[in-house]
Nanobody, 118 residues
Framework: QVQLVESGGDLVQPGGSLRLSCVAS????????MGWYRRAPGKERELVAD???????KYAASVKGRFTIASGDAKNAVYLQMNSLKAEDTAVYYC????????????WGQGTQVTVSS
């Protein structure tokens, strides 16, 4: 079973910054992509940012220019640097990994709360 361990969620004021981290308990050679999703109260879970094993990156339009996703040196970790945070960024943030195990299987972290409020 693949486990994803997230950290970094917190309460921050509007305009502030946070850095989320996620480490997967699987060989980096099996990871096809890793990314971050979020679910705000009363809303569907949505993609925030995603990075493939070859370095292709995708961002949601709402975070482009403010958030930066990056892989760790070992390629089984992913980080999300969030700058210029807004109240509408408040959500539970989930790490996702697409892992090759015969098929490509998706795994989720437990979620970390990000609250942007003054």
């Amino acid at each position: 079973q693949v486990q994803l361990v997230e950290s970094g969620g917190d309460l921050v004021q509007p305009g502030g910054s946070l850095r989320l981290s996620c480490v997967a308990s699987v060989s980096p050679f099996r990871i096809r992509s890793m990314g971050w999703y979020r679910r705000a109260p009363g809303k569907e879970r949505e993609l925030v940012a995603d990075i493939t094993s070859t370095g292709v990156i995708k961002y949601a339009a709402s975070v482009k220019g403010r958030f930066t996703i990056a892989s760790g040196d070992a390629k089984n970790a992913v980080y999300l640097q969030m700058n210029s945070l807004k109240a509408e960024d408040t959500a539970v943030y989930y790490c996702n990994a697409q892992v090759v195990r015969g098929l490509i299987l998706g795994y989720w972290g437990q979620g970390t709360q990000v609250t942007v409020s003054s």
